[in-house]
């Protein structure tokens, strides 16, 4: 799975899903990241798995905080076109909230690839960087996404089955307690959906639990996941939860987007509008209420772990009812949507009371026949079942008759084994009660009868087609087509707006396909009267077939599926599921019943979990099915045949005792008259017959009817076998045992020497012999030990040990038909039968037999007698049967209990339909032959034999040996059999035939290799047709062959009975298989058959003439080129080849390679040969072609083989080739010249063999040195100039289309299978040999070489005295080894699968061809999934030896080993051969110098005279200006003209030359793009190349020079901007005074350059938003002029190895910045410019404003840097407030990009250090206000405090002054007046 994701605002990308996640974090959201999940599922459990794609913010402070997310199924994205999703946005929603609405959009390309899927090209579309995302969301256009709430209610469950183990109820029984056998399950409901899950509530021990609760989920509508998945669980205390069953919901099916319908025909296919969504029809949805049935694994509860678990989880067809629930879904548009779960109120539980009325419904099964049956070692039942009613097994509902009886297999002569039923059908009948919904039955049977119609009309009609029928009868088949589809959609719909019990989806689903209908019949009418083509009919027919077919599924279907088992003994087997609406009876009409309606059918039943049949089949029956109310159950009259009669049977007890020795009732322990199992009494005159019955006839004696089939009943051999048993202590003697002889189970036997030879069989072993061919020792004994309760070991070793107890030996004698005894045989039989019906056993329960032996001590005997239906009744009687037993047996048993209960199940009634008379039949096979089937020897080829099988009988082709193509020619003939029913019926619906094909083995078991199913045909003389052989659901091969039943005249007459004797029926089936391939039965003379057809040998039949293909004589010629690549066989590597070619029975072989080593090409090319194939095409056999090696000693093995299946391709006209050009010169004439001649080619003579000189000229082959073009030229143009030219990527290319210069032609696949080019195998194909047979079923078989040859097929006139047409191979170029030079281009590689952690890889190219390699690994590139390699490697190879060149990707690893991410390989000697000159490519004009220099090695009038004398030609014609060749006249002014001059170009007459080659339709120049494949997963592509390849033969001298196509490097360039002045910036502070102010500085930097910020000095205290810098900016930065784009290489991690390149426009940032000493800085504003359109500046401050960089301006107001190279100005700079852009602030600048050595020459430092020049910056002149408070206190004293206090300040001194005195005269007075007044110093 893969999924790219580019994406808009995205930081990170997680998709999860299939258990895995990848992530991507993404810093800016547009980088592409791609993630791949390699998964090995089945599609159908990949396909429910939910895809996540989840955003998330890893910048959060929280664990990534999931920013949205979108979820989708996988089987949503593989239902698109090409299984992809290509270049969508996603709408990303919360999905805690869906009423968020939308949390942004990502865009993606999804892809899921199976094997085999081809992934397809993504193209950039040049728009989408302004696409609309909402016209390109992933969701149908115009609806918009509505939270919704589904609420999903959940009633009840019934049927559920037992799912624990009953040994607590076992205890609490024991204890006296009462158990509850049938509640052991604790079931809990879980609903998932779009990754969401919920819970309802857990009811313990209850299997018809009621929980009542509605499950709320929210979810987004419309939604991408398509099923709601319903899982019924176990709840289990201790270990993990067993899961009951699973079912979906699919939301396609239960709701409708509307606006689908409109009134132009191809309705589907329109865009849905808005507008059209109003149609009504459109609803969410919704279900029920309804039953949901589960279905799963087999009910029946074991202790052990359950084999078919898987089945339960919903993956694979389940193979039996597991109980189902009552749901109703409900869809709400609701905003606020929670998961919860709540309780129903209980109205809501009423008000489905009126879903819920059961009606009884009667099941009818009669089986016609059980046949192809294989492991028989116990007799067979068949089980049907619908719901619960009829499970054997399943003691939780009443036991009904729903087994036929138990009848042992017969063996059919050849294959298989039958049931004996002859004219006595076994019938099941069944009553069970469902809701009646035939409203929705009968609609969908409608539908399906219509889908059938046109599926059948429209099959009718593609035949005609390939059968080339004529217009009129085409145009008739279309018309019946037409006129079917109006009636068939005409027919009303049952209508369910009145029915009580209808759904809001019945009527929602009403409203939708009546209207839908409506439609296909206006459609149908127009297209009928507008005459249109067939092929549109076709089309829109299809289309119908669709929609029938999607109309037609109903999601609500609570009938349960009939289920058919076979059982072996007590074991289930096989099955078969029948959807009960295709055997439902409908009183509606007859396209309102099931299609299979009382129809007999042919089942296959398969075995559990078996996706496709398998090598075995289980079985084939034949069974005729009714279902319908028991209301209706007299309309089933209609389809009853036969006569339906049940059986009141008893049985007869005696016993012998041991000493008198006569029968009696004496000593019995059992009741006289009993049931089969001898415990009930039922003497015959208890039985009564039921309601509506009544005897027909008396008791009479009726022997069980297997009991005359022994084991050897069919074969014409049989081994008798008996095994002696010993027994001992443990380390004692052995002794024998008490019964010392029994069969292989341990049951009692005679002794080996007392076993007599049956009547009509002899001896062929004179004495017993001890069978030695298995696991024992060398006398034949096995060891076992008994483990009690086991009466017997239950395994056999070959070693004895001690311990062992039991040992046994098989002893074996071989006894065969006697045929001459046949007739005793019968003779014994009767009397036999006419004895008294005796079954003998030594004690009852034992197995019976019918001749008495010494050791029998018990006998019975079977009693019968026949019930028929009343006139009035009917068949429909056998309806009531059930439950009629009480009235049979006697109700005053011994025990008290009422014995109807016992018996009931034990002696039920044995319905049975008994046919009077057969219908015969004699069937042909003509076998004729098969083809392409797989090898099954290790030596490639097979044995096959076919066995055909119809009904009871089966026959062998011969074995044909050694081919996988065998012609049989053989026609079976089944000469009689026996088919009851209705004739009529048998001619609508015949029996199948199988066919299945088997390849014989000396040694060992012959192995299956496919079978076919095919239906006879009951026209005579059938037509041969290809069947298709299938072996596990793969195609294996084709069988031709035709099937011829022919109805006989006289019906064969049966016997009913309990009137006379049935015997001689059984005997004849007996009988028959030995009769016939003793060919005692001779075609009769009064035959109403058609003649035999004629015998290869006694007893062989071939296809007759008239139905066999009629031939005619034919010519294959073989172009027998070489071998390539041999793989060793037997250890030997394969040195001296030869080969051998067969068809249509001939075989030609070629000459003997000597060396494949130095030569691997035949000697002599051309093989011969004259067979016989049919005229028509259909028919003609293979072409085989083997590969022998001729060995020492005479050993010829083969060692490599391949079948040509088609051979339209190679068919010719012989005279159609003929050419006025003459052939036997052309021999020698071809590209590569014979041995080691060269061509010298004179452009003025024609060329011919005469003229071969040794050397070269220079004049033709070396080039003129290319001269220099004008530097600026070679500056933008390259090679990579014309490669974007080509792909349209025309931003990067510059002017190179403006002067007219080449484009190449980009191919999307490889050059191989562009279709012009015959996929280059125009002169010899390319065969695989194959060899071996293949180990597992599914790998294909291992090639083990190439052939290379061609056919020419032609007829041959059939009167052999007419000449023969010339020969077709007779001009070959030379056979010897070629040297060449190979130079390979390798472009770029995309679409790479990422090998290493971070979701990328290191990808390099290795190249080798033969034994040399080339190995790029030191170059390759870092981290990247597109890697660029633009790289050409030249080697020399040796063609043919070293053909294939291979080109690898690896992944570079620094410690591991490199993986592989993927290769392709090319052929390159196909490329060298063939006449499409794919060696080099031509380019589309002649230049001698210039980026387009000619590289070939031949100039183009060369190779123009090559071309015809190649291809017989008349030579060309040159004038002055003009050319005529091939009778067209080419001119060179009007070729040129128009163009502009290119000053490159070569001679006017090499230029005419080239002209008139490209119209040859050869190879032109070309990129091919190729698949990557890795040898891992073979089939699913791991990425594209993008490559050439040019091929020059080193014998035609040197090429021109190679293209340079290195990539282009980044030049450095440098980037000065000098930052002047600023104004009007934002005044963001205040100072302390209050003033408003900014310290400004600026910021500046290349976008991909984060690292390499700079800033100028600060301008402080601006306080009218003025600043002054002059200061410079110096930003070096890596420059792709041809792309316009950056290079920026960076490291991804700090741990990296290698730097990441990424290309990214070149954007400048500047941000105006606030500077604050002790906060953050505040952002004042920015711009942001890209360099190649950058808006112009504004000369002065003043004109500068907000306009200047609105996008929307014309484009002259843009300029390009890189053009200018310098540019000065003011620019605005943007802030946003309250969501608008305001101006804040203008930049003045000089911006100038300088390139690398102007650098050095004139240098400048950054800011205004040295060296500070060019130019010179200044300090800037600030105000002398400008400067930092904080570190000029003085500055701050003059210019913040002085200026403005300056008074105030001196008021302050003054005051301070005056203080002053005062306090110091304060504090000074009282001390000076204290000195005045004492005056102490005086």
């Not at 990303?92 to 942004?104: I, N, Q, R, V, W």
């Not at 099937?1043 to 015997?1063: M, T």
């Not at 472009?1387 to 040399?1412: E, H, M, T």
């Not at 430092?1805 to 130019?1815: A, F, K, L, S």
Request: charged share 25%; net charge negative; aromatic share 10%.
């Amino acid at each position: 799975m893969r999924g790219a994701g580019g994406a808009t605002s995205v930081p990170e990308c997680h998709p999860g899903g299939v258990s895995r996640a990848g992530s991507a974090t993404l810093h800016r959201p547009s980088s592409p990241q791609t993630f791949f999940f390699n998964v090995f599922e089945s599609p159908a459990e990949l396909f429910d798995v939910p895809v996540f794609i989840t955003v998330l913010d890893s910048r959060s402070f929280r664990m990534d905080a999931v920013i949205g997310e979108f979820r989708m199924d996988v089987e949503s994205i593989y239902s698109e076109p090409k299984h992809a999703i290509l270049r969508r946005w996603l709408l990303l929603s919360d999905p805690e909230d869906f009423t968020a609405g939308a949390k942004g959009y990502l865009k993606v390309s999804l892809l899921v690839l199976g094997p085999g899927d081809e992934a397809p090209v993504e193209k950039k579309d040049v728009s989408e960087d302004k696409e609309d995302i909402e016209g390109n969301l992933l969701r149908p256009t115009g609806v918009t996404l509505r939270g919704a709430q589904f609420c999903l209610k959940i009633f009840k469950a019934e049927d559920l089955p037992q799912m624990d183990d009953a040994v607590m109820d076992n205890v609490r029984q024991i204890f006296g307690f009462e158990s509850n056998k049938k509640n052991l399950v604790d079931p809990f409901v879980e609903v998932s959906f779009a990754g969401k899950t919920l819970y309802s509530r857990i009811l313990e021990k209850n299997a018809n639990p009621q929980w009542n609760q509605c499950l709320m989920l929210p979810v987004m509508f419309p939604s991408m996941c398509e099923k709601m998945r319903i899982r019924v669980t176990d709840w289990d205390r201790l270990t993990h939860n067993d899961v009951v069953g699973t079912a979906y919901l699919c939301m396609s099916k239960i709701s409708a987007p509307g606006g689908e319908l409109e009134d132009a025909f191809p309705a589907l296919t329109k865009p849905l509008k808005a507008t059209d969504l109003d149609d009504g029809l459109g609803f969410l949805p919704t279900f029920g209420p309804c039953y949901v049935n589960l279905y799963g694994s087999p009910r029946e509860f074991t202790g052990f772990p359950d084999p078919y678990e898987a089945l339960n989880l919903g993956k694979g067809e389940g193979v039996a009812y597991r109980g189902r629930v009552l749901l109703e879904l409900e869809t709400k548009l609701a905003e606020h949507g929670e998961l919860k779960v709540e309780d129903i109120c209980a109205d809501d539980i009423l008000r489905v009371e009126k879903y819920l009325r059961r009606r009884k419904y009667s099941l009818f099964a009669a089986f016609y026949s059980a046949t192809m049956l294989q492991d028989v070692d116990d007799a067979i039942q068949f089980e049907v079942s619908i719901g619960n009613y009829g499970n054997k097994f399943d003691n939780t509902c009443l036991p009904l008759a729903s087994t036929t009886q138990y009848s042992r297999a017969v063996f059919d002569g050849c294959q298989y084994y039958y049931l004996p039923w002859g004219n006595v059908k076994p019938v099941v009948v069944l009553s069970s009660y469902w809701e009646d919904i035939s409203y929705r039955t009968d609609t969908q049977n409608l539908l399906q009868h219509a889908a059938d119609r046109l599926e059948a009309n429209l099959e009718r009609v593609h035949l005609a087609l390939k059968a080339n029928g004529a217009p009129g009868e085409l145009e008739s088949l279309a018309a019946q087509l037409m006129d079917d589809v109006i009636a068939d959609c005409s027919v009303p719909l049952p209508d369910v707006l009145g029915k009580a019990a209808s759904t809001h989806l019945d009527q929602n689903l009403y409203r939708f396909r009546s209207t839908n209908l409506e439609q296909m019949v206006r459609a149908a009418l127009r297209l009928k009267h507008e005459e249109l083509s067939l092929p549109a009919v076709l089309e829109q027919a299809e289309d119908w077939l669709c929609r029938l077919r999607a109309m037609a599924e109903e999601p609500q279907n609570s009938l349960p599926d009939v289920v058919i088992w076979m059982l072996r003994g007590e074991k289930r087997v096989a099955y078969a599921r029948v959807p009960a609406r295709e055997v439902l009876y409908s009183q509606s009409g007859p396209n309102c019943c099931g299609r299979n309606c009382g129809k007999l059918q042919t089942i296959f039943l398969k075995y559990p979990q078996e996706e496709a049949m398998g090598p075995r089949i289980p079985a084939q029956i034949r069974v005729q099915l009714w279902f319908g109310l028991s209301v209706n159950e007299k309309e089933f009259n209609q389809y009853a045949e036969g006569k339906l009669s049940v059986f009141a049977e008893t049985y007869e007890n005696q016993t012998k005792l041991a000493l008198v020795g006569n029968w009696g009732t004496t000593g019995l322990t059992y009741p006289k008259y009993s049931d089969v199992t001898g415990k009930i009494k039922l003497p015959k005159d208890s039985f009564r017959p039921s309601t509506g019955w009544t005897w027909a006839g008396d008791w009479f004696i009726c022997p069980e009817k297997t009991m005359l089939h022994e084991a050897d009943a069919g074969h014409l051999s049989f081994v008798e076998e008996v095994f002696e048993n010993q027994v001992r202590l443990p380390g004692g003697q052995w002794i024998h045992m008490s019964d010392a002889y029994t069969d292989v189970n341990g049951e009692k036997v005679l002794p080996k020497d007392e076993i007599e030879c049956p009547p009509g069989w002899k001896w062929e072993d004179v004495e017993w012999d001890t069978d030695l061919n298995r696991a024992v020792d060398e006398k034949g004994w096995e060891y076992g030990i008994t483990i009690p309760p086991d009466r017997r070991p239950k395994a056999w070793v070959p070693a004895e040990k001690m311990y062992h107890t039991n040992r046994r030996r098989r002893w074996v004698r071989l006894r065969s038909r006697d045929l001459a005894q046949m007739e005793t045989v019968r003779k014994h039989k009767q009397d036999e039968q006419d004895g008294e019906g005796w079954e003998y056993a030594s004690l009852l329960g034992w197995r019976f037999h019918l001749r008495p032996r010494r050791t029998d001590a018990f006998r019975r005997r079977r009693w019968r007698r026949r019930m028929e239906p009343l006139e009035r009744t009917g068949a429909a009687a056998v309806f009531a049967l059930e439950g009629a037993l009480g009235g049979m047996t006697d109700d005053k048993s011994d025990d008290g209990k009422s014995v109807s209960t016992l018996s009931f199940g034990v002696n039920r009634p044995t319905i049975s339909c008994i046919f009077d008379y057969g219908n015969r039949y004699h069937l042909r096979c003509y076998m004729y032959q098969a083809r392409d089937l797989a090898a099954m020897d290790k030596d490639s080829f097979s044995d096959p034999y076919a066995i055909v099988s119809f009904l009871h009988q089966s026959q062998k082709t011969v074995v044909i040996k050694n081919t996988l193509n065998p012609t049989w020619d053989q026609t079976l003939i089944f000469y009689e059999i026996e088919i009851f029913g209705d004739p009529k019926n048998v001619s609508d619906c015949p029996p199948s035939i199988v066919v299945e094909i088997y390849d014989h083995d000396t040694y060992g078991a012959d192995e299956f290799m496919g079978r076919c199913v095919c239906r006879p045909s009951l026209q005579r003389a059938p037509r041969l047709s290809w069947h298709p052989v299938l072996k596990g659901g793969r195609n294996v091969g084709e069988l031709l062959a035709a099937f011829e039943l022919i109805q006989r005249e006289k019906p064969a007459v049966h016997h009913i009975p309990g009137f006379e004797n049935e015997l001689s029926s059984a005997l004849d089936e007996l009988c028959a298989p030995a009769l016939f391939y003793e060919g005692l039965l001779r075609w009769s003379e009064d035959s109403d058959l058609p003649y035999p057809p004629p015998q290869r040998e006694p007893n062989i039949f071939m296809v007759p003439q008239g139905i066999k293909p009629v031939l005619q004589r034919t010519a294959i010629e073989i172009l027998a080129w070489g071998l390539r690549n041999l793989k060793s066989y037997q250890l030997a590597s394969v040195t001296s080849p030869s080969l051998l070619v067969e068809c249509g029975g001939q075989l030609v072989q070629s000459c003997v390679i000597k060396n494949v080593k130095k030569n691997p090409n035949f000697d002599v090319c051309v093989l011969f040969m004259e067979v016989r194939l049919p005229s028509e095409s259909l028919y003609s056999p293979p072409i085989i072609i083997k590969i022998i090696d001729n060995r020492p000693f005479g050993r010829r093995p083969v060692v490599g083989q391949c079948t040509i299946r088609s051979l339209e391709e190679f068919y010719c006209d012989p005279y159609g080739e003929e050419t006025d050009g003459a052939q036997e010169q052309a021999d020698d004439v071809s590209l590569t010249p014979r041995d080691d001649v060269l061509i010298d080619i004179d452009d003025k003579e024609p060329l011919l063999p005469t003229q071969l000189v040794e050397g070269v000229t220079s004049s033709a082959l070396i080039n003129p040195p290319a001269s220099r073009s004008e530097p600026q030229e070679e500056e933008f143009i390259d090679w990579w100039s014309k490669f974007y030219a080509s792909t349209g990527e025309r931003e990067k290319c510059g002017s190179y289309l403006e002067k007219g210069f080449d484009t190449l032609q980009v191919y999307e696949t490889e050059l191989e299978r562009v279709e012009a080019f015959e996929q280059l195998s125009d002169f010899c194909h390319t065969f695989r040999l194959y060899r071996g047979r293949v180990q597992d079923a599914n790998d294909d078989p291992s090639v083990v070489g190439e052939f290379k040859g061609s056919f020419k097929i032609y007829p041959l006139p059939d009167d052999p005295r007419v000449p023969l047409p010339p020969r077709q191979f007779h001009q070959l170029p030379a056979r010897g080894p070629q040297e060449c030079l190979v130079r390979v281009y390798i472009i770029r590689a995309f679409g790479l699968q990422p090998k290493d952690a971070n979701g990328k890889c290191d990808p390099y190219v290795k190249i080798s061809v033969g034994k040399k390699s080339i190995n790029d690994q030191e170059n390759y590139l870092p981290s990247t999934l597109e890697p660029v390699f633009g790289k050409m490697f030249e080697l020399s190879c040796t063609l043919p030896l070293e053909k294939d060149l291979k080109v690898t990707l690896y992944d570079y690893d620094l410690l591991s080993k490199d993986e592989k991410i993927g290769e392709t390989v090319i052929d390159l000697e196909n490329r060298f051969l063939s006449k499409y000159g794919a060696r080099c490519g031509l380019p589309q004009t002649y230049c001698i110098s210039g980026p387009n220099q000619w590289r070939d090695q031949l100039r183009p009038s060369q190779l123009l005279h090559l071309f015809s004398l190649q291809h017989h030609y008349k030579a060309p014609t040159y004038t002055s200006d003009r050319l005529i060749f091939r009778e067209q006249e080419y001119i060179l002014s009007e070729l040129e003209d128009g163009k502009p001059p290119n000053p490159h170009l070569g001679p006017a007459e090499e230029r005419l030359a080239l002209h008139a080659l490209r119209k040859q339709g050869l190879v032109p120049e070309h990129v091919e793009t190729r698949p990557l494949y890795s040898p891992l997963q073979p089939e699913i592509e791991q990425g594209k190349l993008q490559m050439w390849v040019d091929l020059f033969p080193k014998s035609l001298g040197q090429p021109g020079p190679p293209f340079n196509i290195t990539p282009r490097k980044a030049k450095r360039f440098y980037l000065r901007c000098i930052i002047w002045n600023t104004r009007d910036v934002i005044l963001d502070d205040l100072s302390i005074t209050g003033e408003k102010m900014s310290d400004i500085y600026v910021k500046g930097w290349l976008v991909g350059h984060e690292e390499n910020k700079q800033k100028t000095d600060v301008h402080y205290r601006s306080m009218g938003g003025e600043g002054n810098f002059n200061w410079r900016f110096i930003f070096p930065f890596d420059y792709l002029p041809a792309e316009q784009m950056c290079c920026v290489a960076k490291k991804e991690h700090f741990w990296s190895l290698d730097k990441t390149e990424n290309k990214i426009s070149p954007q400048l940032i500047f941000q105006i910045w606030d500077n604050d000493k002790f906060s953050f800085d505040d952002y004042l504003g920015s711009i942001q410019m890209d360099l190649n359109r950058m808006p112009k500046p504004a000369k002065t401050a003043e004109k500068c404003s907000l306009e200047l960089i609105d996008d929307s301006l014309s484009a002259s107001r843009f300029v390009s840097l890189f053009e200018q190279k310098t540019v000065k100005g003011w620019w605005p700079c943007i802030a946003e407030q309250d969501e608008k852009k305001i101006l804040a602030g203008k930049l003045e600048m000089t911006l100038e990009i300088v390139a690398e050595h102007e650098h050095e020459e004139r240098p400048a430092g950054v800011g205004r250090d040295e060296p500070n020049m060019n130019p010179k910056l200044e300090d800037p002149k600030r105000p002398e206000t400008s400067f930092l408070w904080f570190t000029s206190p003085y500055k701050t004293l003059k210019y913040i405090l002085w200026r403005r206090y300056k008074w105030l300040l001196i008021l302050a001194i003054v005051l301070f002054v005056l203080l002053l005195f005062l306090g110091i005269f304060i504090y000074a007075f009282p001390n000076y007046a204290a000195m005045k007044l004492v005056k102490p110093f005086n």
